[in-house]
C-alpha cells in the first residue's frame, strides 16, 4: 500500500483536462465545489431575501439578518468604522464563503476546495485587493504611501520603515493565504491517516486491524468534530483579519 | 505531494473571477435586500424605543403634575380643614358664651319673678294677717279699746312679724 500515493489522492487537486481551443480550462475537482458552494449561496441568500412567509422562511430572514449584523457589529464596524459600512457585502460573503467550502469537505466524495493553496490565494488575494482599495479610496496615492510610514518617524528612518511596512502588508496578504490552506489542509491529512491506521495495521494481521477499527474511529469522530469547529474558526479570523488590515489603512497611525 | 505548494494560476484566475462575481450577484440579489430588511427592522425598533421614552418621559411629567395638583389640593383642603376647626371652635364658644348669657338672664328673671312673688305672697300673708289679727283682736278688744288703740297694737303685732 502506497500511503503517499493514497494522501495524494485525496489531498491533491485533480484537473479533469477539459480544454477549449487549445487553451486550458481550470476545470478541477476543486475548482467545481467552488461552483457548487457559489451556487447554494446564490440560489439559497436570494431565496432567504425574499422574505417567505412561512415559518421556515421568517426564521431564515431573521437568521440571515442576525448574521449580517454579527459580521457588521462584530468585525466590520469596529476595525474599519463607518467607512466599512459599504464593504459589507464583500465581508458577508467572504465568511460564508470560506465557511461553506470548509464545510463541504466534509461531505463524503467532495473536496476542501480551501486545502488548495490557488484558492485560498485566490481569496487573500480578492482581500488584498480591497485593502489597497479602501487605502486609495480614502487617503489617495500619496496619502496611503504616507500611511506606510508612522507618524513622527525620523526622517533618516523612512527608507528603511517604508519598505518594511510594505513588506509587512504583503505578508500579512500572504500569511491569509497560507493560514487558511495549512488548517484546511492539516486537517484532511490527519482524518485520512486515522482512517489509514486501520488498514496498515489491518495489513500486518486482520486481528489487529479490526481491534484498530473502534480507536481509529472514535479519533475519526472527535476530528471531523475538530473540523467542523476548525471551519467556522478559520472562517471567522479570515474575516476578521481582513476587516483588521483593512481598518489599518483606512485609520493609519 | 511536490504539487501541494504548486500553484494553479488557471484555478487561482478562476476563484479569483468566481468569488468576485458571487460577491457581486449576491450583493445585488441577497445582501442589499437582507441589510435593507435588517436596517429597516432596527429603525423600527429605535423608533419603538424612542416612542416608549416619549411616552415614559410624558407619563413622569404628568404624573408630577398630578402630584403638584394632589399635594396643592390636598395642603387646600388641610387650611380649609383648619380654618372650619377654627370657626367651629369660635362659633362653639360664641354658643356656650350665648348659652351661659341666656341661661344667667332666665336664672335672673327666675329670681326676679321669684322675689317678687315672694313679696308679694309676704305682702298678702301680711295684709291676711293684718286682717285676721285686726280681726281678731277688734274682736277681742271691741268693747274695751278704741279704734287708735287697736290701731296701735296692730302696728306693733306687725312689726313683730316683720322682725320675725
New interface residues.
Given amino acids: 500500500m502506497d500511503v503517499v500515493e493514497i494522501i495524494s489522492h485525496h489531498i491533491l487537486d485533480h484537473d479533469w483536462g477539459v480544454t477549449l481551443g487549445g487553451f486550458r480550462l481550470p476545470i478541477t475537482t476543486h475548482t467545481v465545489t467552488l461552483f457548487a458552494v457559489s451556487l447554494v449561496l446564490l440560489f439559497g441568500l436570494h431565496w432567504i431575501s425574499l422574505g417567505r412567509k412561512s415559518r421556515t422562511g421568517r426564521l431564515l430572514t431573521t437568521l440571515s439578518e442576525e448574521y449580517v449584523a454579527f459580521i457588521r457589529d462584530g468585525m466590520v464596524l469596529p476595525n474599519m468604522g463607518e467607512e466599512g459600512r459599504r464593504f459589507l457585502p464583500y465581508f458577508c460573503t467572504l465568511f460564508l464563503f470560506v465557511l461553506f467550502c470548509a464545510l463541504a469537505g466534509l461531505i463524503p466524495n467532495v473536496k476542501t476546495a480551501t486545502s488548495n493553496i490557488s484558492v485560498t490565494a485566490a481569496l487573500a488575494l480578492c482581500s488584498g485587493g480591497l485593502i489597497l482599495y479602501c487605502g486609495l479610496k480614502f487617503h489617495g496615492f500619496i496619502g496611503f504611501l504616507k500611511g506606510f510610514v508612522p507618524s513622527g518617524t525620523p526622517g533618516w528612518l523612512v527608507p528603511l520603515l517604508f519598505p518594511l511596512e510594505v513588506l509587512s502588508l504583503i505578508i500579512k496578504v500572504c500569511v491569509l493565504a497560507i493560514r487558511l490552506f495549512a488548517n484546511m489542509l492539516s486537517g484532511h491529512m490527519v482524518l485520512i491517516c486515522l482512517l489509514l491506521i486501520i488498514f496498515i495495521v489491518g495489513q500486518m494481521h486482520i486481528a489487529a486491524g479490526a481491534g484498530a477499527f473502534l480507536p481509529a474511529m472514535a479519533l475519526e469522530l472527535f476530528m471531523t468534530c475538530l473540523e467542523l469547529l476548525v471551519a467556522f474558526l478559520q472562517a471567522y479570523v479570515f474575516t476578521l483579519l481582513t476587516s483588521i488590515f483593512a481598518g489599518s489603512v483606512i485609520h493609519t497611525h | 505531494?511536490e504539487?501541494?505548494?504548486?500553484?494553479?494560476?488557471?484555478?487561482?484566475?478562476?476563484?479569483?473571477c468566481?468569488?468576485?462575481?458571487?460577491?457581486y450577484?449576491?450583493?445585488k440579489?441577497?445582501?442589499?435586500?437582507?441589510?435593507g430588511?435588517?436596517e429597516q427592522?432596527e429603525k423600527q425598533i429605535a423608533d419603538d424605543k424612542q416612542q416608549a421614552q416619549d411616552a415614559r418621559a410624558a407619563a413622569e411629567t404628568l404624573k408630577r403634575e398630578l402630584d403638584e395638583k394632589l399635594a396643592q389640593i390636598s395642603d387646600e383642603a388641610s387650611k380649609k380643614m383648619a380654618e372650619a376647626v377654627k370657626l367651629g371652635e369660635t362659633q362653639k364658644e360664641q354658643i356656650l358664651a350665648a348659652a351661659k348669657e341666656q341661661s344667667e338672664r332666665l336664672l335672673e328673671q327666675a329670681k326676679t319673678q321669684i322675689e317678687a312673688e315672694k313679696n308679694k305672697a309676704l305682702a298678702d300673708v301680711r295684709g291676711e294677717i293684718a286682717r285676721t289679727a285686726v280681726l281678731a283682736a277688734s274682736k277681742v278688744v271691741q268693747q274695751q279699746m278704741s279704734e287708735e288703740s287697736a290701731q296701735h297694737v296692730v302696728d306693733r303685732v306687725l312689726q313683730e312679724i316683720k322682725a320675725k
Fill in positions: 505531494m504539487n501541494l505548494l504548486k500553484p494553479d494560476y488557471g484555478v487561482l484566475v478562476l476563484t479569483i468566481n468569488f468576485l462575481l458571487l460577491v450577484l449576491l450583493k440579489f441577497a445582501w442589499n435586500r437582507i441589510i430588511g435588517l427592522r
